[in-house]
């Protein structure tokens, strides 16, 4: 079980909103560490979408946003596109364990 | 342009030793922690541990700690994972991964090495 929770799976229709959460505890997102968030399409190596908890890479389109609150962090998608189905992971820093630590992973489909 | 290049795909039987390898250019490495990257078949990502190539500073994750040996060379600028005595839950890709973000975050990942365990 990861430290970082995430929904398994989400789905929306094209053209939709959805968004992915990450929650974690007082010793990570709880703490103020930043969670940054990365997009995995089928047979790939992660890409980064969301670094710093709200800023994007160049190259990344603006219907990707992140967010943080509390212990807990958040990806939104506005628009849904068929090419944005992938697995989704967010990453962030563990102070108890002193290393970095993923999320489980959200796979989403676009129905 | 930044690139992490790994070794190839490999095919292993238990009990066997195993070294991969990440190659990056040379401003990607010595100024810049790498980190290694589990990904079984199917499952999420999992953090290995990370190296600072320029002091061999090395940290494990709990889990993976006594389990591989991560080391680099800093005048190839490569960085590498090993194992001395595979098991067949070795089964996965590995990822090796550039933190060039502030905040511990990832901004570049190798392409992956499969690595397959089986008798």
């Known amino acids: 079980q990861s430290v970082l929770t995430q929904p398994p799976s989400v789905s929306g229709a094209p053209g939709q909103t959805i968004t992915i959460s990450c929650t974690g505890s007082s010793s990570n997102i709880g703490a103020g560490y930043d969670v940054h968030w990365y997009q995995q399409l089928p047979g790939t190596a992660p890409k980064l979408l969301i670094y710093?908890?709200?800023s994007r890479p160049s190259g990344v389109p603006d219907r990707f946003s992140g967010s943080r609150s509390g212990t807990s962090a958040s990806l939104a998608i506005t628009g849904l596109q068929a090419e944005d189905e992938a697995d989704y992971y967010c990453l962030s820093y563990d102070s108890s364990l002193s290393g970095s630590i993923f999320g489980g992973g959200t796979k989403l489909t676009v129905l | 342009e930044v690139q992490l290049v790994q070794s190839g795909a490999e095919v292993k039987k238990p009990g066997e030793s195993l070294k991969i390898s990440c190659k990056g250019s040379?401003?990607?490495?010595?100024?810049?922690?790498i980190g290694w990257v589990r990904q079984m078949p199917g499952k999420g990502l999992e953090w290995m541990g990370i190296i600072y190539p320029g002091d061999s500073d090395t940290r494990y994750s709990p889990s993976f700690q006594g389990q591989v040996t991560i080391s680099a060379d800093k005048s190839i600028s490569t960085a590498y994972v090993q194992w001395s005595s595979l098991k067949a839950s070795d089964t996965a890709t590995y990822y090796c991964?550039?933190?060039?973000?502030?905040?511990?975050?990832?901004?570049?990942w190798g392409q992956g090495t499969p690595v397959t365990v089986s008798s």
């Open positions: 040379g401003d990607t490495f010595n100024n810049y922690w």
């Open positions: 710093g908890n709200i």
């Open positions: 991964a550039r933190y060039g973000i502030q905040g511990w975050g990832i901004d570049h």
